[in-house]
């Protein structure tokens, strides 16, 4: 069997989650699930999310998934619902929506559901996505409260720059929410993982930790073990050949990587067809045996090639670690030009997917 792996530790998730609880002792958590649980397994890890307060996906397919699991937890809508007929599922699975649009409304005036809903009324605080301007947002809040069909109203923004510390931008969204629900009683939320970590101003009522669930740090230069975050998954392969080569020799397609000494290239079952990114540079740090070797040459689809150095002493099958508890996925994504969630989220279904230490209700 094809040796390349992703290993999920589930103890891992639940001590991020601890964490977070940790960073915002006084909010309730939503955890987000969204897109597969970041690459993760969207079900094991939505059971392994038991203490969360609440789970967060982007979309309904998400949300059937997990309750016709049996997960009875509260769930919210991230990009609610788009037409009647998805209002009438989210009713049926007794999901929470946001509301981020007049449409929305206009929808929700017109069903004849006999269960309201408790709705996530969404401020667009110039990030200039979803959500209403400042200047219809407390429109659409009084026009939900004429709703017989809401249940509850809640309040939320969304950061655009929270990982940046020394923008801005945050400081001004933050001040703009406040402004305008300053006199609201109804529970509220802003903070996504950097705000967790970084702007405990922005924690209100809920927070909604995503990425920092993983195991990874939302914040620029840092990586998940600053914040004693545990990575989650772990992507692994093994040494499918050795070959030594004499300076001047030339490694991959494209002649791309060109030795300036003799050593020994490590071949490995990895590639961009189970997920590892074609764009990541020479020198990409790879873990085995202890110590990081580097990528040499171009990412293939089935397999990558690492400079195992002059004085190797690896042998075939030997277990090569692309990220994870060796080594942080952040590293890896910096050398890629991308951000961790491309990476996490990318893995394919190739890959062999094992969870580990999960907790099994009697």
Same mark, same amino acid.
């Given at each position: ?53 609440? *789970?967060?996906?982007?979309? *309904?397919?998400?949300? =059937? ?22 209002? +009438? ?36 605080? $110039? ?26 109203? $809640?309040? #939320?923004?969304?950061? @655009? ?6 923008? +801005? ?26 705000? =967790? ?62 030795? +300036? ?39 293939? #689809?089935?397999?990558? @090639? ?27 994504? $910096? ?23 999960? =907790?099994?209700?009697?």
């Amino acid at each position: 069997m094809r040796p390349t792996r992703a290993t999920i530790d589930l103890s891992a998730l639940r001590h991020n989650l601890s964490i977070a609880r940790q960073l915002a002792p006084k909010s309730s958590t939503m955890a987000v699930v969204k897109a597969n649980a970041y690459g993760h397994g969207l079900l094991p890890v939505a059971r392994a999310l038991s203490a969360a307060d609440a *789970l967060a996906v982007a979309c *309904l397919e998400e949300a =059937v998934e997990i309750r016709q699991a049996g997960i009875h937890a509260p769930i919210v809508l991230l990009e609610g619902f788009i037409d009647q007929s998805e209002l +009438d599922m989210a009713s049926l699975y007794n999901l929470q929506t946001v509301i981020h649009h007049q449409a929305q409304i206009d929808i929700l005036a017109k069903s004849s559901s006999t269960q309201p809903l408790i709705v996530w009324l969404k401020l667009d605080s $110039r990030m200039n996505r979803l959500g209403f301007d400042e200047e219809s947002y407390l429109q659409a809040y009084q026009a939900l409260k004429n709703l017989p069909q809401v249940k509850e109203i $809640r309040l #939320m923004t969304h950061l @655009a720059c929270a990982d940046e510390i020394s923008n +801005d931008k945050t400081s001004q969204q933050l001040s703009l929410f406040k402004r305008l629900v300053h006199d609201k009683n109804e529970l509220k939320t802003v903070a996504n993982s950097a705000a =967790v970590l970084a702007w405990p101003e922005s924690h209100y009522d809920w927070v909604r930790p995503g990425i920092l669930l993983y195991g990874c740090s939302p914040l620029s230069n840092r990586v998940g073990a600053d914040h004693k975050l545990q990575p989650v998954m772990t992507l692994e392969s093994r040494l499918i050949a050795i070959k030594s080569i004499k300076k001047g020799d030339s490694v991959g397609y494209g002649a791309h990587w060109v030795a +300036d000494k003799d050593s020994y290239i490590g071949i490995v079952a990895i590639g961009y067809g189970d997920g590892y990114p074609r764009h990541a540079k020479n020198g990409t740090p790879v873990w085995i045996n202890g110590r990081l070797a580097k990528l040499a040459g171009r990412v293939s #689809m089935d397999m990558i @090639a690492i400079d195992l150095g002059s004085e190797a002493s690896d042998s075939l099958g030997d277990r090569v670690v692309l990220w994870g508890s060796e080594l942080p996925v952040e590293e890896v994504a $910096r050398h890629a030009d991308t951000i961790p969630y491309t990476l996490l989220c990318g893995v394919t279904s190739r890959v062999s997917f094992h969870c580990v230490n999960e =907790v099994h209700s009697s």
